[in-house]
T-cell receptor, first 114, second 116 residues
Framework: AQSVAQPEDQVKVAEGNPLTVKCTYS??????LFWYVQYPNRGLQFLLK??????LVKGSYGFEAEFNKSQTSFHLKKPSALVSDSALYFC????????????FGTGTRLTVIP | KAGVTQTPRYLIKTRGQQVTLSCSPI?????VSWYQQTPGQGLQFLFE???????NKGNFPGRFSGRQFSNSRSEMNVSTLELGDSALYLC???????????????FGPGTRLLVL
């Protein structure tokens, strides 16, 4: 079975500081991991994904994520947070049993304080 | 290239009614997936369609159904609405390479359904 955990419901950081949004996963086989962001009254926007290769994945809007197999983690990071980064962030893992469905974490609300 | 579009954006229905939601994928995308988002259950996979066939299904009752047309547009239908069906319904499209779990899914803005 596949599952994703986002241990923090909410993360607050000051503008200009680095941010980290945590994600751990559980899958059988190779993990395919994704980060999405959701702004109010909007759908999900794709940020980045890990398939294979380098453990550090770079994505949109200056975000990156680090894949750590031993810790089964895929934390989202950004060196310098912007107020406009305030949103709901979802980590997701691709199913290993079916075709094209994603298992999502419960989401982490990021607030960047000016 | 235009993104995923969903209509209508907002919908109010009463218990017992049925509803049909529509999704137009990104041009060239052949796979369409549907998700339900609620505060209590989060984001849950409903089903996926590829080449007019349901390829995968989540754990939802039979009241939830869908279909896909030859132009890859998809509709989902919910019959005999219940209060708990109030949610944001998101559609996502991807290229649809069969069995490719690495594909990126691109989401539409969603349809917010309120059941009274």
């Amino acid at each position: 079975a596949q599952s994703v955990a986002q241990p923090e419901d909410q993360v607050k950081v000051a503008e200009g500081n680095p941010l980290t949004v945590k994600c751990t996963y559980s899958v059988s086989g190779n993990p395919y991991l994704f980060w999405y962001v959701q702004y109010p009254n909007r759908g999900l926007q794709f940020l980045l994904k890990y398939i294979t290769g380098d453990n550090l994945v770079k994505g949109s809007y200056g975000f990156e994520a680090e894949f750590n197999k031993s810790q089964t983690s895929f934390h989202l990071k950004k060196p310098s947070a912007l107020v406009s980064d305030s949103a709901l962030y979802f980590c997701a893992v691709s199913s290993q049993t079916g075709a094209n469905n994603l298992f999502f974490g419960t989401g982490t609300r990021l607030t960047v304080i000016p | 290239k235009a993104g995923v579009t969903q209509t209508p954006r907002y919908l109010i229905k009463t218990r017992g009614q049925q509803v049909t939601l529509s999704c137009s994928p990104i041009s060239g995308h052949r796979s369409v997936s549907w998700y339900q988002q609620t505060p209590g259950q989060g984001l849950q996979f409903l089903f996926e369609y590829f080449s007019e066939t349901q390829r995968n299904k989540g754990n939802f009752p039979g009241r939830f159904s869908g279909r896909q047309f030859s132009n890859s547009r998809s509709e989902m239908n919910v019959s005999t609405l219940e209060l708990g069906d109030s949610a944001l319904y998101l559609c996502a499209s991807s290229l649809g390479i069969a069995g490719d779990k690495q594909e990126t899914q691109y989401f539409g803005p969603g349809t917010r359904l309120l059941v009274l």
